[in-house]
């Protein structure tokens, strides 16, 4: 177990994510991240766990994990994610169902899965990294 918060960060294979696992890692957390693939060759000042939130079980294997290592965990950070470009026509609804299934629906997932630990530990957080695409859509 462990003496230091624990942060689980989505979606650390490059951007934000990364830089947010980083960040946390050298101010005292112990931090997990998560991507679809892993690094041939990791170096990282965190624990880099391979996870797909779009899959019920690899999100709730990776949850298990970091609770079988760290006992905890006290940040849940909802990173993963992507934009498609281009015109409606040009993207095909399965195309947009992944997406949907990634950005919508991981971070429920995710949330789901860590809410529970959060509620027996009495504390715990929960940030949602958004984009300015919902806001401000590509042509």
Same mark, same amino acid.
């Given at each position: ?10 979606? =650390?294979?490059?951007? $934000? +994510?990364? %830089?947010?696992?980083?960040? #946390?890692?050298? &101010? ?34 990776? =949850?298990?994990?970091? $609770? +079988?290592? %760290?006992?905890?965990?006290? #940040?849940?950070? &909802? ?34 899965? =860590? ?25």
């Amino acid at each position: 177990m462990t003496d230091h918060p624990v942060a689980l960060i989505t979606g =650390v294979s490059s951007g $934000i +994510g990364r %830089a947010t696992a980083a960040l #946390l890692a050298a &101010n005292g957390f112990r931090v997990f991240g998560t991507s679809r693939t892993l690094e041939a060759e990791p170096r990282h000042p965190y624990v880099l766990l391979p996870m797909d939130v779009r899959s019920e079980s690899s999100v709730q294997a990776a =949850v298990q994990d970091i $609770i +079988g290592q %760290a006992g905890r965990i006290d #940040l849940l950070v &909802n990173n993963a994610g992507y934009s498609q470009d281009g015109a409606i026509e040009e993207n095909s609804i399965a195309d947009l169902q992944a997406q949907y299934d990634t950005n919508v629906f991981g971070v429920l997932r995710m949330t789901n899965a =860590v809410l529970p630990i959060m509620r027996r530990q009495r504390s715990g957080r929960i940030i949602n990294v958004s984009s300015l695409v919902g806001q401000v859509p590509p042509p």
